[in-house]
């Protein structure tokens, strides 16, 4: 199993930038990729943005052009960098490490207890 902790959320005005950083430990070589997910009250979580092998990236629309997801494998490290961030992205950030399957499909491992990150005025 992996565990996950999450860091760097935070307050931030609307235009601004934030950077989270997700640190794992436990049973990595078993995955094959990373995601960045978020949850806004009342709605579902969303996957947002994944890393996967050769460091090929996917995001959602309402992040693309905006957020960038990156890692390093010698730290056990992902990272999300979110610019121009909107108070629609206000939501509890949680990262995963996971797998893609043959069909191109994110498939979740274990969770992390999230990261706030607010935007407001």
């Known amino acids: 199993q992996v565990q996950l902790v999450e860091s760097g959320g935070g307050l931030v005005q609307p235009g601004g930038s934030l950077r989270l950083s997700c640190a794992a430990s436990?049973?990595?070589?078993?995955?094959?990729?990373r995601g960045w997910y978020r949850q806004a009250p009342g709605k579902e979580r969303e996957l947002i943005a994944r890393?996967?092998?050769?460091?090929?990236?996917n995001y959602a629309d309402s992040v693309q052009g905006r957020f960038t997801i990156s890692q390093n494998n010698a730290k056990n490290t992902v990272y999300l960098q979110m610019n121009t961030l909107k108070p629609e992205d206000t939501a509890v950030y949680y990262c995963?490490?996971?797998?893609?399957?043959?069909?191109?499909?994110?498939?979740?491992?274990?969770w992390g207890p999230g990261a706030q990150v607010t935007v407001s005025s």
């Open positions: 436990g049973s990595i070589a078993s995955t094959n990729a």
């Open positions: 890393i996967s092998s050769g460091s090929r990236t």
């Open positions: 995963n490490f996971g797998w893609v399957d043959s069909g191109g499909v994110y498939r979740p491992g274990s």
